[in-house]
């Protein structure tokens, strides 16, 4: 039910701030609007305002359109035809239609401009001990280094961290950074990243070169349980210490979190102590998919003594000023990237299972949700870039379409004809079907493999 409610919350507030962009520059221009729908099919609820406009909740939510005056759509009376969608110039229909993509970028730039304001919780971006014969590990990456740049740009978060190594790893064969050890030395390390996939670059980039987040030592003690976990079956109870998994000394839950994952569906043996007395015990993981991996699992959560991870946390905070250009630079940034990605798809130098649908949406607005109400506030402003994004491509239907038709008339002097028209329709009808094919498939693939 979170995932449901977070789902439609989502969609309907990204559908009024698209739509209201639209009819918000339609009403600049003076077109009259007929209708303001959240939502398509059958009208539930309306309500019809002085200006003639009826503001409606359709049936089916998943979307929403605005209904403006037009002789293309139906007769127009003559002493309405000043307030006709096409009977203003092409400047005034490509202002309007424009307005809806940008609405949802404004709208993102003003919840990361909030976010910044107020602080965003973070952690700080310090490596921990790169795995035997990684990229991170040949490049000399110790246990505890900062990362203060990644390719001469600089970094503040694990979360800038990320993104910076997504972006410029995405085609280079070397990844520069430069990182600091708790003694203030500089280093500059130069990770290779030849020998990487094209599938690894694009799902599993700092999994395959060996950067790992550092992690306070944390005992290897049982805090929580899943009711229906392994562990839970096994016998474990919160408050045992692991001492052994099969004969290995175990000092740090990490190296437990270790031998978990490496046994999928096989038994292991613990040696537990527990009020003072040891017991053995044996769990078999469950086999779980992870970024291509199969992984074992036992549901079992450490105990956590307070202040633990108050040492790598920090608060990105800004003035008013620099939290404006943070929010229009991160939007910025994300915009030109879903941009270079989806060229690099058309072109085939990026696998289109990237291509994610609205249960994958539903999924992480229900987990950011559940997580906490700034993480589902950054949620909506990513879906709204890329709702933004998405209607700006050059597909008929999509607003983008239309931009392409108002571009042709502006270099011709004259309209597309609606022969034109009608076939560029059906090409992007056919289009849009294949994209919500190959999303939905990729959505429910990953909820199979998961």
Excluded at 184 to 198: I, K, Q, V
Excluded at 387 to 408: F, R
Aim: aromatic residues 6%.
């Amino acid at each position: 039910m979170t995932t449901l409610l977070a789902f439609l919350v989502t969609i309907a507030i990204l559908v009024m701030v698209h739509e209201l962009g639209h009819y918000t520059v339609a009403r600049l221009c003076r077109v009259k609007v007929l209708r303001f729908s959240v939502g398509f099919g059958r009208v539930v609820a309306s309500r019809r305002d002085r200006r003639g406009t009826e503001w409606a909740l359709s049936a089916i939510p998943m979307g929403g359109y605005v209904k403006m005056l037009d002789e293309q759509e139906a007769a127009v009376a003559e002493q309405d035809l000043p307030y006709a969608f096409n009977r203003k110039n092409v400047w005034q229909r490509s202002a309007i239609i424009l307005a809806g993509p940008v609405a949802n970028l404004l709208l993102a730039i003003l919840i990361y401009w909030g976010l910044y304001l107020t602080g965003v919780p973070a952690l700080k971006p310090i490596l921990g001990e790169p795995p035997a014969n990684s990229a991170a590990q040949l490049a000399g990456i110790r246990n505890g280094e900062t990362v203060i740049r990644i390719g001469g740009e600089s970094i503040e978060s694990w979360q800038d961290l990320h993104w910076l190594i997504l972006r410029e790893g995405i085609d280079a064969e070397q990844l520069k950074l430069e990182t600091q050890d708790a003694t203030g030395h500089l280093y500059f390390r130069s990770l290779d990243l030849s020998a990487l996939s094209s599938a690894d670059k694009e799902s599993r980039l700092l999994e395959a070169v060996g950067l790992v987040r550092y992690m306070p030592d944390i005992a290897p003690v049982i805090g929580e349980l899943l009711p229906q976990g392994q562990a839970a079956h096994a016998g474990l109870l919160p408050g045992d210490r692991i001492l052994a998994v099969d004969n290995d000394t175990i000092t740090r839950w990490e190296q437990l979190v270790q031998h978990v994952r490496q046994s999928p569906a096989r038994k292991i043996e613990l040696t537990v102590e527990r009020d003072h007395r040891v017991v053995h015990l044996a769990v078999t993981p469950d086999a779980s998919a992870e970024s291509g991996q199969t992984i074992g699992k036992i549901g079992a959560a450490p105990r956590i003594p307070p202040g633990t991870f108050e040492a790598i946390q920090t608060q990105m905070r800004y003035s008013p000023g620099a939290a404006f250009a943070h929010a229009v630079g991160k939007t910025w940034e994300l915009s030109s990237f879903s941009l270079e990605m989806l060229g690099r798809m058309v072109i085939g130098q990026v696998s289109l299972k990237n291509i994610s649908g609205p249960v994958t949406i539903a999924d992480y607005a229900g987990q950011s949700a559940r997580s906490s109400a700034g993480s589902f506030i950054a949620f909506l402003a990513l879906v709204s870039i890329s709702l933004g994004v998405l209607n700006l491509l050059p597909i008929p239907l999509l607003d983008g379409g239309h931009l392409l038709y108002y571009l042709a008339e502006i270099v011709t002097g004259r309209p597309v004809p609606e022969r034109v028209q009608e076939i560029g329709q059906k090409v992007g009808m056919a289009l849009l079907g294949v994209l919500m094919f190959l999303a939905l498939f990729n959505d429910f693939q990953r909820l199979l493999t998961q």
